[in-house]
């Protein structure tokens, strides 16, 4: 598998490359630069599992007509950047050939010691600036803790549901949330809140 290239991609080019490689190494697409994410541990692995099933759950509790879906689909940001997220909720229609995910309504990372930074604060920043966007959930395995960053009205909510004390960033509002330690063996109870809480008119919205 070849990554290096000296000129910058745009996300269709990056796509077009993207269909010709075997797919062992998973990549995305960050500022025109290929990525590539390191190998997964086995608990990262257990807790994507874990979220889309609990999401699954909600979208079936909910009864709403969204998709649920786990890692894999490509959710393009802007003209020069795309990431993969490790779950994800959409009303949009799918294609059953396409590898992009458009208009997501909830996005979430599992994080790793490799990704944190761009987990924590660039791919907060890159989801936020699509309007279909409304809550982005984090799940720390180290830290053990979800964190969830939700936009209310012209503003994102940030609760974070771990034993971590929850850090101001200038611009966001904050405000805490019931507090959540993940367990392997836990349900992911706090994931299930933001199918419930989206606005009536998406509700019931079809795809």
């Not at 990549?27 to 889309?52: A, C, F, N, W």
Request: proline share 8%.
């Amino acid at each position: 598998m070849n990554i290096a290239f000296r000129n910058t991609l745009t996300v269709p080019e990056y796509l077009a490359w993207a269909a010709t490689q075997d797919g062992k190494v998973r990549t995305e697409l960050i500022d025109g630069q290929i990525i590539p994410m390191s190998p997964e541990r086995v608990l990262h692995v257990h807790l994507k599992g874990l979220l889309y099933l609990a999401l699954v759950d909600a979208r079936n509790r909910a009864d709403i007509a969204c998709h649920v879906l786990t890692d894999g689909a490509t959710v393009p940001i802007d003209a020069l950047t795309a990431f993969v997220p490790d779950a994800l909720v959409t009303l949009a229609p799918l294609s059953d050939t396409g590898t992009t995910v458009e208009r997501p309504l909830i996005v979430a990372e599992v994080v790793s010691p490799s990704s944190l930074q761009i987990d924590s604060n660039l791919k907060l920043a890159g989801y936020f600036k699509l309007a279909s966007v409304m809550h982005y959930l984090l799940i720390d395995p180290d830290a053990m803790s979800l964190t969830q960053h939700r936009r209310q009205r012209s503003r994102r909510r940030h609760s974070n549901a771990g034993p971590a004390r929850p850090r101001a960033r200038p611009g966001h509002a904050l405000s805490q949330a019931a507090r959540y330690l993940i367990s392997p063996m836990g349900g992911l109870e706090l994931i299930k809140s933001p199918i419930s809480e989206l606005p009536q008119g998406v509700l019931t919205s079809r795809p």
